[in-house]
């Protein structure tokens, strides 16, 4: 099993920029959700889902959009890139509302 | 108040050493507890489940004290690979169960 398959890895966007991040899972986990990471902020939920179809948002959904037509993928969608979107972005899965996350490898994103 | 409090360190030890990091989080209808690692520039991995009645994996020891609200990792015979941030890691104990994280604590292990 790959686990929690993110894609890309690394990413330079200019200011006004959309992008897809791409997220797919193949653990058959009905939960996943989209974290950012910043500096001394630790992990902030942006969007999750909670099986194929349903999607709500985090903590910082401003600037995303997220979709879940399947159970595999969740991609994440900026819709016009602003620096303050500058960070490094998780996907995670986990098979129930009390088990852990399994997370991938990370998106580095840089608006410029 | 944070949901997930943590001392963020560092704390540096030397091999061998016994080492502890606390956790309190303000949601008292939080039921999940987890502690997780992150290395640097790597994605967070599950180091361990907390569960009420306390648990240990090896070298790790997880305690839940749901009075006062916290929650600890013990690291015994402290190895340099275990060097990195941990994660303390909540649920939100209201509708969808979101884990709330932490910002962490960083370990550093030397010879």
């Known amino acids: 099993n790959a686990g929690v398959t993110q894609t890309p890895k690394f990413q330079v966007l200019k200011t006004g920029q959309s992008m897809t991040l791409q997220c797919a899972q193949d653990?058959?986990?009905?939960?996943m959700s989209w974290y950012r990471q910043d500096p001394g902020m630790g992990l902030r939920l942006i969007h999750y889902?909670?099986?194929?179809?349903?999607?709500d948002q985090g903590e910082v959904p401003n600037g995303y959009n997220v979709s879940r037509s399947t159970t595999e993928d969740f991609p994440l969608r900026l819709l016009s890139a602003a620096p303050s979107q500058t960070s490094v972005y998780f996907c995670?899965?986990?098979?129930?509302?009390?088990?852990?996350?399994?997370f991938g490898s990370g998106t580095r994103l840089t608006v410029v | 108040r944070k949901e997930v409090e943590q001392d963020p360190g560092p704390f540096n030890v030397p091999e061998g050493a016994t080492v502890a990091f606390n956790c309190t989080y303000s949601?008292?209808?939080?039921?999940?507890f987890f502690w997780y690692r992150q290395d640097c520039r790597k994605e967070p991995k599950l180091l361990m489940s907390?569960?009420?009645s306390g648990n240990e994996d090896g070298r790790f020891t997880a305690q839940l004290n749901r009075a006062s609200q916290y929650i600890s990792l013990l690291i015994r015979d402290s190895k340099l690979s275990d060097s990195a941030t941990y994660l303390c890691?909540?649920?939100?104990?209201?509708?969808?169960?979101?884990?709330?994280f932490g910002t962490g604590t960083r370990l550093l292990v030397s010879p």
């Open positions: 995670a899965s986990r098979r129930q509302e009390n088990y852990g996350y399994t």
């Open positions: 653990m058959n986990h009905e939960y």
């Open positions: 889902s909670v099986g194929a179809g349903i999607t």
């Open positions: 949601n008292s209808a939080s039921q999940s």
């Open positions: 907390v569960y009420s």
């Open positions: 890691v909540v649920n939100s104990g209201t509708g969808f169960q979101k884990l709330v």
